[in-house]
């Protein structure tokens, strides 16, 4: 019986600073993430066209919200110009498909190299500035890629819009959503990993030494301008990733839809799921995503036999998001992953108080 007592697991303990750093925390994490990776890969088989367009709004709008995270949450700048950098992912991956004969699967990540590389170039000035100088510089970028997507015809097609293929590989092109969804499911796997890995990393360690306390960063020789600079480049690759996959999704790119509402929508998907956590974004994009479905559903139950209502839903839409933010931010400034995380440990400690 003693050695049977022996061999019993009484918790979940670390002894080395590599164990503290893993992916999942625990086995059960890991096999949590592993089943629900499954569930969505059979999930086209029993989800109708409505539920299916919703997860791939999810995936490809969530991928870009950990690129802003990146930035906001975990290196502690700020960007208002986010929306920009998603569209330009979709333009570039579209005029690139358009006008070579690259599959449109090869022409996503081509994009949003192209689009970092642009982000290196404006995360120049937030190696210098900070706080609102910073989100100035950030907004200018925004308008300024705005003016460039309307006046480019040559390359996003000017007012009229640019057409985007659908995805193609050797030769299949992927029309149905169904087969769309595994093509964002990729991805969002991929940049979901590659992100909490890099925040494993001394690259990651450092953006957020640079967040929580710069001139101790610098004494501690973290060269600030590179990792700022560095944060802004790798936060538009995310958006990148993104807007192609945006873009090719609905087979139309047009100008109107990268405005500086969709950045601030960007910014609430943060700040609602948790600034610095990958988990965060996640759950900030489906909050942000569901949001707008819950509230048309709950103008049509309650306002079903008035038409006022129903002609003010898209106002009441945008009410909504901003009433959201504020709420978040005075009753769970640390977002849903916090959330979720005192709701695990409630459980796993339950009945006992500590």
């Not at 629900?36 to 791939?56: E, G, T």
């Not at 949450?73 to 929306?83: E, P």
């Not at 839409?317 to 400034?333: D, Q, S, Y």
Request: charged share 10%; with cysteine; aromatic share 14%.
């Amino acid at each position: 019986m003693a050695s049977a007592h022996s061999r019993m697991r009484c918790g979940e303990f670390r002894t080395t600073y590599q164990a503290d750093l893993t992916i999942f925390p625990t086995p059960l994490a890991r096999r949590v993430a592993v089943a629900s990776v499954l569930f969505l890969l059979i999930s086209p088989l029993f989800l109708d066209a409505y539920h299916l367009n919703l997860l791939i709004q999810i995936g490809y709008y969530g991928i870009a919200a950990l690129g802003l995270n990146i930035v906001v949450g975990f290196t502690g700048q700020i960007s208002l110009g986010h929306a920009a950098f998603f569209g330009l992912g979709a333009f570039t991956s579209a005029w690139i498909s358009n006008n070579s004969g690259i599959p449109v699967f090869f022409t996503i990540p081509l994009a949003a190299l192209l689009t970092m590389a642009v982000g290196l170039i404006v995360g120049i000035p937030a190696g210098r500035i900070k706080g609102l100088y910073l989100a100035i510089a950030t907004l200018a970028s925004q308008y300024i890629l705005e003016d460039f997507f309307a006046r480019a015809e040559w390359f996003t097609g000017g007012s009229s819009g640019a057409m985007a293929s659908p995805v193609s590989i050797f030769g299949y092109e992927m029309y149905s959503d169904k087969s769309f969804f595994y093509i964002v499911l990729f991805y969002v796997v991929i940049m979901y990993v590659a992100g909490a890995n890099l925040m494993r990393t001394r690259d990651g360690r450092a953006f957020i030494a640079v967040r929580d306390h710069y001139l101790s960063a610098e004494i501690m020789g973290i060269n600030l301008n590179k990792y700022r600079i560095l944060s802004f480049g790798i936060s538009s690759f995310y958006a990148g990733i993104g807007g192609a996959l945006f873009g090719h999704y609905l087979g139309f790119v047009s100008a109107e839809g990268f405005t500086l509402m969709l950045s601030i929508q960007f910014l609430a998907m943060v700040i609602i799921g948790g600034l610095g956590s990958v988990m965060g974004a996640m759950l900030g994009t489906i909050f942000m995503v569901l949001l707008p479905e819950v509230m048309e559903y709950g103008v049509h139950l309650v306002g079903s036999q008035s038409s006022a209502l129903t002609q003010a839903l898209a106002y009441i839409k945008e009410m909504a998001i901003g009433l959201a933010i504020i709420l978040f931010l005075i009753f769970e400034p640390d977002g849903l992953a916090h959330r979720w995380k005192m709701i695990k440990n409630y459980w796993k400690l339950y009945p006992f108080s500590y």
